[in-house]
Structures are given as structure tokens and as C-alpha cells.
């Protein structure tokens, strides 16, 4: 039995990095909550110092949707590994998640850094980070994903 789920945005970025790019994500933008929304639904937010943060890769198109193994980033010094390995446009649902520093609320703009999605993004959902909800335990990964993130979140370069 398949189910849909029909979901509306709450909100959208404004500003901060305009084009898709693999790494060196930097800056400030805003998540621009729905303007009919009342002011309380975050009332409170400005004690957290981060969101865990639900978005569209708007840009992509369903024809990127990879339901196989592959190389990260197709580079062949990483295993091929699955949809559900990687953490990109290419999953069938093309929704992302992100934990943004949180910086100022104002009204219902959400000033953030750390935030890997483009102006424009439609943001579905949002929620203060709680440690206690976060990974228990020690955090195994292969060694890959170190590699290849290494400048994830390096200043922009030139």
C-alpha cells in the first residue's frame, strides 16, 4: 500500500549562498517563516543556539533521482554505495536536513549560518536542536565522509 504525503512549506531561505556547490558553504541567511503564521509559534526560539532544519533541493529534478550504488561525488577513491548512503539530491524525496546556528530571531526571520541550502530553498519544517535528542553513543563512520567533506564548511576561496 503506498501513502502520500502532501506538505506545504512554512517558510523559504532568503539570501545567503545563491548557487549549488559541493562545498564551502559559509555566511548568513534567513529561513523566512510564512507571514500568516502568528508571531508565537516561536516564541522561545531565541534560547537555542541551533535547528534542525527540513528543505527542498528546489533545483534538482526528479530525472536526479539515483536508485543505485555510486561513487560519492563520482570519484572512484570512495566506494560505491547506496540512495540511502548519501545525503543528497539524489534520494527519491530530494529533502535535506540541516543543523544552522541559530543568530537572531527577528520577527519571523530566522537568521542563521551554517545553512547548506540556496536562496530560495522551501523550507518544510524546523525545530531547536536538542542534545538530548542527538546521536547516544559513540558515532562510527567510514573514513570517507571525513575526506570528502573536508572543505564543507571552508570560507570561500578567490
Known amino acids: 500500500m503506498t501513502q502520500t504525503l502532501e506538505i506545504r512549506p512554512i517558510g523559504f531561505v532568503v539570501g545567503g549562498r545563491s548557487e549549488v556547490s559541493d562545498?564551502?558553504?559559509?555566511?548568513t541567511a534567513i529561513i523566512r517563516l510564512d507571514p500568516e503564521f502568528p508571531a508565537e509559534v516561536i516564541q522561545g526560539l531565541e534560547?537555542?543556539?541551533?535547528?534542525?532544519?527540513?528543505w527542498h533541493f528546489h533545483r534538482a529534478s526528479?530525472?536526479?533521482?539515483?536508485?543505485h550504488a555510486r561513487h560519492p561525488r563520482n570519484d572512484p577513491r570512495w566506494p560505491a554505495t547506496g540512495t540511502f548512503v548519501h545525503r543528497n539530491h539524489r534520494r527519491?524525496?530530494?529533502?535535506?536536513?540541516?543543523?544552522?546556528?541559530?543568530?537572531?530571531?527577528?520577527?519571523?526571520d530566522l537568521y542563521v549560518t551554517d545553512l547548506d541550502a540556496v536562496d530560495g530553498s522551501p523550507v518544510y519544517d524546523l525545530a531547536p536542536y536538542f542534545r538530548e535528542m542527538g546521536p547516544r553513543g559513540p558515532v562510527?563512520?567510514?573514513?570517507?565522509?571525513?575526506?570528502?567533506?573536508t572543505d564543507y564548511w571552508a570560507e570561500p576561496t578567490g
Do not use: K, T
Not at 534560547?47 to 527540513?54: G, N, R, T
Not at 529533502?95 to 537572531?104: D, G, I, N, T
Not at 562510527?140 to 567533506?149: F, H, I, R, V
Open 23 to 27: 562545498d564551502r558553504w559559509s555566511g
Open 47 to 54: 534560547e537555542f543556539s541551533h535547528l534542525l532544519v527540513v
Open 62 to 67: 526528479p530525472a536526479d533521482v539515483a536508485l
Open 92 to 108: 527519491p524525496n530530494q529533502l535535506a536536513q540541516s543543523f544552522p546556528r541559530l543568530v537572531r530571531v527577528d520577527g519571523l
Open 140 to 149: 562510527q563512520q567510514p573514513s570517507w565522509p571525513g575526506e570528502m567533506l
